[in-house]
């Protein structure tokens, strides 16, 4: 019968893996780290953490939350603009594809802003916020009419608006000369 040979005990890191944790002796130099809590057991654990447990704000707080988060929206547009501008810059002039579906979106992205201004504001329409939010939808408009305005200023200077007397020759009637220099007669 062969002899019954044990197989070789595991590494010492499975043996670590699988053993509970020892407490260390703390070092006095060196303090926990803020939340720490090794020396609690899992019920103490529990415990602490139910007797910490925030109070939940008030409707003033709610409110003013609200009205902050109310601003970061609105004025994200004008956050845009510089990006937005070195954009056009980068395009240069000239009508290319890419260009022309810039100034596309320079022109969609503000008129649907202001279309769906309710619906982007309703998270902070409360009784409370209500009547300041009308300030804040103002400047939303305001910073998405900049936007417009880049847009404009782009398709100016791609010279697609008539902005000079040649643009708009078809329109332009002929001249009748109310004076000469000769007499009817004479020609």
Same mark, same amino acid.
């Given at each position: ?5 044990? /197989?070789? /005990? ?8 699988? !053993? ?18 090794? !020396? #609690? %057991? @899992? @019920? ?5 953490? @139910?007797?910490? =447990? ?7 707080? =709610? ?5 902050? @988060?109310?601003?970061? #929206? &609105? ?7 510089? =990006? +937005? &501008? ?12 890419? !260009? ?25 329409? %409360? ?28 398709? +100016? ?8 007397? !040649?643009?708009?020759? &078809? ?17």
């Amino acid at each position: 019968m062969p002899s019954a040979t044990l /197989p070789p /005990p595991p590494p010492q890191w499975v043996l670590d893996l699988h !053993s509970t944790p020892v407490n260390k002796p703390k070092n006095a130099s060196i303090a926990d780290p803020p939340g720490y809590t090794a !020396s #609690l %057991t @899992k @019920k103490e654990r529990l415990q602490s953490s @139910k007797t910490a =447990m925030r109070k939940p704000p008030t409707p003033e707080e =709610m409110d003013t939350l609200k009205l902050k @988060k109310a601003w970061e #929206l &609105a004025i994200a547009p004008a956050k845009q603009l510089p =990006m +937005n &501008a070195i954009g056009m810059y980068m395009t240069g002039n000239t009508l290319q594809i890419f !260009s022309i579906f810039m100034v596309f979106t320079l022109f969609k992205t503000p008129v649907l802003a202001v279309l769906a201004i309710q619906r982007s504001f309703a998270p902070f329409e %409360t009784p409370g916020t209500s009547g300041r939010l009308i300030g804040v939808k103002l400047v939303y408009v305001l910073t998405n009419l900049l936007m417009l305005g880049l847009g404009i200023w782009k398709v +100016n200077q791609m010279g697609l608006l008539p902005t000079t007397r !040649s643009d708009w020759l &078809a329109w332009e009637g002929e001249r009748t000369w109310s004076e000469r220099a000769l007499p009817r007669d004479w020609l």
